[in-house]
């Protein structure tokens, strides 16, 4: 059976897009932003994209397309011990979508609720009903998992289906899924940026947006997660971008989608930020807290500080329940492609290595994040998220950034691979990108990682419990680079796979 393909170029980068573009934009970016000094926090995440994000994409889609396969067998080919990193990779990704679609699984919950609005004027606010025992029912330690928060079960289940559904017949069915599932979010996330700024205070909320805080530049912690960041946001290292490239026919112009998919992005996250910072100026206005005092990051930020602000929005309680539909439903089409790119990227990873059915695999493979995301939705299981969180998209990721830098820039030669994007482009990628390759993106990750490790250990990370960080932090990179080594000791099935440019239908099964 020959490689499966994706019908146009534009599909492709529709999906793409559609994976860089998801919770992270609306939920993590805004909140990362809002926690590293507002608008100073522009400056590291545009260095960290044109210092690692761009070249590590256009590495990553440039070697999906040579080898035309997932990462294991892509990094295999540029040299035979780089396998596992790309096993480490997808093992990292597994963590990531185990809670990435209990995220999602929150958000189903949140579609059902925008009918009722059922924290408003409860005591505590939105905030309480999301902890509080009408969802999360949030233990007092990560310690005591307390049964399970069955809203957050059901959304699971229900999640999960949705993620099989989409991706069920490979990247056929994500083709067709991809033009909604990009171009309605990014329609409401406009509607809502558009609302947020013309609320009254909202203005106020943008200035803190964009009045840089100077002395957070000092800060490597702001730089550290700046990267990780970056990293996320375009689904690099993940393993992701490579296995999307590895279904592109030979004549695709890499540099040039990498800067399309890059900037779509970027962009996105930044009109994001209008939205929810307009709300929060807002949010000030009405309740005398100034937004600096709101400690409201990540997924507080998306459930309870934004439901919040909806049920006191201006107008009749109509309005309230079509801003929280436009709110959660914009939520689930940005996640939802995000979502199911993390399968397909340790999916196609495993079929490339071991010749299975793709089709049995997605759906063995959509049981499997399913149970893994057990925890994260047990009383605890918000504590677990965020600790996992830190760590595996802080940690392994700038570690596998670096190898993948060592693994082009220096042991397949960077000259070798750019020569090879630029044949066709319309974008003729320069020298710039060998040094950012071969030394500014190793030696700026190396640099922050160090700095950044130091830090953790020194200072633990959200006071948690040092036990916990213990298990949640270095046992989950353990846990990962185990399963990268053994998922690469696995004897794979025999047959090779030839380099595009030899053979450009290749043989997948
Ligand atoms: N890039 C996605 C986002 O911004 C998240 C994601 C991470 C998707 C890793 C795939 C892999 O939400």
């Known amino acids: ?16 897009i559609g994976s860089a573009v998801g919770l992270g934009n609306a939920w993590r970016f805004p909140g990362i932003c809002y926690s590293n000094g507002g608008g100073a926090f522009l400056i590291p995440y545009f260095v960290a994209m044109l210092t690692a994000g761009i070249p590590l994409l256009i590495l990553e889609l440039s070697i999906g397309k040579k080898f035309q396969g997932g990462s294991p067998t892509a990094f295999a080919s540029l040299n035979k011990r780089f396998e596992v990193l790309g096993w480490w990779a997808l093992a990292t990704s597994f963590i990531i979508i185990c809670y990435y679609a209990v995220v999602m699984s929150w958000v189903l919950d949140y579609i059902i609720y925008s009918v009722t609005l059922p924290w408003k004027g409860i005591e505590g606010g939105a905030a309480a009903f999301f902890t509080g025992k009408s969802i999360l ?3 007092d330690s990560p310690g005591i998992l307390g049964g399970f928060s069955i809203p957050a079960l059901l959304g699971l289940i229900v999640a999960w289906i949705a993620i099989w559904w989409c991706i069920r017949n490979g990247v056929k069915s994500v083709g067709k899924v991809v033009k909604y599932t990009v171009s309605l979010p990014i329609i409401l996330l406009i509607i809502l940026a558009v609302r947020g700024i013309t609320l009254p205070g909202g203005i106020d909320g943008i200035a803190y947006y964009l009045t840089p805080n100077w002395a957070a530049l000092g800060d490597i912690k702001v730089w550290a997660a700046a990267y990780g960041q970056v990293f996320f946001s375009l689904s690099i290292l993940f393993g992701i971008m490579v296995a999307y490239a590895s279904y592109l026919p030979k004549n695709t112009d890499i540099p040039s989608n990498a800067m399309v998919i890059a900037f779509s992005d970027a962009a996105i996250s930044f009109v994001a930020g209008f939205a929810v910072f307009g709300t929060l100026g807002y949010m000030q206005m009405v309740s005398g807290t100034p937004i600096a005092d709101m400690r409201h990051t990540g997924v507080m930020l998306a459930f309870a500080t934004y439901p919040e602000a909806i049920v006191n929005l201006p107008g009749p309680g109509i309005i309230h329940i079509l801003f929280a539909l436009i709110f959660f439903l914009m939520l689930f089409t940005l996640g939802i492609d995000s979502a199911f790119s993390i399968v397909e990227g340790i999916v196609t990873g495993l079929v490339d290595k071991f010749k299975w059915n793709k089709r049995k695999t997605t759906a063995w493979f959509c049981v499997i994040g399913f149970a893994g995301g057990l925890i994260f939705v047990t009383k605890a299981g918000l504590y677990w998220l965020d600790i996992m969180d830190h760590w595996v998209n802080d940690f392994n990721l700038i570690a596998i950034g670096v190898f993948e830098c060592i693994m082009v820039g220096w042991i397949f030669g960077a000259k070798k691979l750019r020569d090879y994007f630029n044949k066709g482009t ?7 990108w060998d040094i950012m390759i071969r030394y500014i993106t190793p030696l700026v990750l190396l640099f922050t990682s160090v ?3 130091i830090e953790n250990i020194a200072n633990p990370y959200g006071g948690y419990d040092q036990k916990y960080l213990l298990i949640g932090g270095w046992g989950i990179v353990l846990l990962t680079l185990i399963l990268g080594i053994v998922f690469t000791l696995f004897k794979g099935a025999p047959e090779q796979i030839a380099e595009e440019s030899e053979t450009p239908q290749v043989e997948a099964e």
């Open 1 to 16: 059976m020959s490689r499966d393909r994706w019908s146009s170029r534009s599909i492709f980068v529709l999906a793409a």
């Open 137 to 139: 029912g949030i233990s």
């Open 426 to 432: 319309a974008t003729i990628i320069g020298k710039w």
């Open 451 to 453: 700095r950044y490790l």
